[in-house]
């Protein structure tokens, strides 16, 4: 029993490849400019290149769509080929002790998690700060969306390959062609890019600053280039643009689109987007109650500040920070805990369970009240004032009870290296939920770096998992997948 190797899968490899390749070129530009050395970025721009150029050049077009299978395992593929390479440049620049601390901060750019093996980042060099940016910025809008929205060279159904990417329970089509749905959100991407840019430059911060932490912000992602992250700039213009664009890159980018096209109404009516309003906004407002009754901080408007900051930052996995929150009340660090769990909407950058998946099971369990205490009617859930399918309740519960369970087993792997529980479980979830800091040992002020080599390795598989949403990788090793033709 053996999984066939198509020209479909090959050709996906060689075309991400390329991608890669073209995008290694940024830090080489950086490092002309800082007087650094481009030995590490050159070798492996030449070899994905060379790669990338080699199948596309030799191995034919498929004759037809990629399959289910293919999609699910040129996916997987691609991410893994993408964290290996990033790594590359890590390990020729001798700033990690090991392979697996290499590999570890590849995989956490490219899955946006901004979980780090580094203490001091500002002593790296600047066109390494500018590749763990640019990793953030390539994997927040996805490998895989990108190839189909500027590479169409693959031959092969993008639909699928983006329904596996980001495995929810749909992919909404846009445009009535995918690959105009791909260009459509690079193109609101790149627009907040640039915006977010400009304003932080004028916020007072260097174009390098602005540019890295804008990828990392519309990634969720959370790399920073200075060691207290943004609260090293202690500019409070700064973490309110800041705290505004993570929120908006939270945000379902399909509801971007719906704007320029001024399909407003169903904006107003998006049941995801309801809950992730009210849930931050009444997560700010009890964090802030809490710090300044708690006597926390003496000024109400520092407390608004630093706790809307937090909860965003958390809320959309972004893992930014500009205070150690682990100091702060308890009340305030379960909400913030809480968050963990939440993470952003369906179709955004971010990380976590999602809102979605928290909108649909809060209908299920709702249902289930109304039933017991009236037995014999007939109810109907809605999302987005339609009727919920069984089978996207099915995938969601499914999907919770996945995550969960990771959750669990990564927190006794973890646990198993003699790490306290507190640090394996908020590890766990970070990695799981693309988030970066935890608490513990992997709070604000700490990093990953002490973790065994094993177990560094187990995380960049599961931040892959949970960049994938988990199905995608596991789907993998289903006894059914592999199977001869």
């Known amino acids: 029993m053996i999984f066939v190797i198509t020209n479909a899968l090959i050709r996906g490899i ?28 050159l070798l492996p721009l030449i070899g994905s290149g060379l790669i990338a150029l080699g199948i596309l050049l030799l191995v034919p077009r498929p004759k037809k769509d990629v399959t289910h299978r293919e999609g699910f395992a040129l996916v997987t593929f691609s991410w893994l080929l993408a964290c290996l390479i990033g790594s590359v440049p890590f390990v020729l620049f001798n700033v990690v002790p090991t392979f697996a601390d290499a590999l570890f901060e590849s995989t956490s750019g490219f899955t946006t998690t901004g979980s780090s093996v580094f203490l001091e980042v500002e002593a790296l060099p600047r ?23 500027v590479l169409p060279m693959l031959g092969i159904s993008g639909y699928r390959l983006m329904q596996a990417e980001a495995p929810g329970p749909q992919v909404e089509r846009l445009t009535p062609r995918i690959v105009h749905t791909a260009r459509a959100f690079w193109l609101i991407y790149m627009a907040f890019t640039a915006v977010e840019t400009i304003l932080l430059v004028v916020g007072g911060l260097s174009v390098f600053d602005a540019l890295t932490h804008t990828f990392a912000t519309l990634a ?51 049941s995801q987007l309801k809950a992730y309003g009210f849930l931050f906004a009444v997560s700010v407002i009890a964090v802030t109650a809490n710090l300044v009754h708690m006597g926390t901080f003496d000024k109400v408007g520092e407390a608004v500040r630093l706790g809307a900051f937090q909860v965003a930052t958390l809320m959309t996995s972004t893992g930014f920070t500009t205070t150690d929150y682990t100091v702060w009340p308890a009340l305030s660090q379960a909400i913030l805990l809480m968050m963990l ?34 037995p014999r009617a007939v109810y109907t859930s809605r999302i987005n004032q339609s009727p919920l399918e069984n ?13 969960l369970a990771l959750v669990l087993l990564s927190t006794l792997v973890v646990a198993s290296s003699g790490t306290d529980i507190l640090t394996s479980l908020t590890a766990s979830l970070a990695v799981i939920g693309n988030i970066g800091p935890g608490f513990g040992l992997v709070g604000p002020s700490g990093n990953f770096g002490f973790f065994p080599s094993a177990v560094k390795v187990w995380l960049c598989l599961v931040m892959i998992m949970g960049r994938l949403e988990i199905y995608t990788v596991l789907v993998l090793i289903w006894p059914r997948f592999i199977e001869h033709r």
Not at 127 to 149: D, E
Not at 347 to 371: D, E
């Open 220 to 270: 969720t992602g959370g790399f920073s280039t200075r060691n207290a992250s943004i609260g090293s700039f202690g500019n409070a213009y700064v973490e309110w643009t800041i705290t505004a664009f993570m929120i908006l890159s939270g945000i379902n980018f399909a509801l971007y689109y719906r704007i320029l096209i001024r399909d407003f109404g169903r904006i107003l009516k998006d």
């Open 341 to 374: 769990f939440v993470g952003g909407c369906v179709g955004s950058t971010s990380g976590g369970i999602k809102m979605l998946h928290v909108v649909v099971l809060a209908k299920v369990v709702g249902s289930q009240f109304r039933r017991l205490l009236n």
């Open 14 to 41: 060689g075309t991400v490849s390329l991608i890669l390749a073209l995008f290694l070129a940024g830090p080489i530009v950086v490092a002309i400019f800082e007087g650094e050395s481009i030995y590490p970025f």
């Open 127 to 149: 066109s390494i700060l500018f590749w763990r940016a640019l990793t953030h910025w390539l994997g927040g809008m996805g490998i895989i969306v990108m190839a189909v929205a």
């Open 391 to 403: 089978r996207t309740v099915t995938a969601v519960t499914s999907f919770v009870f996945l995550y």
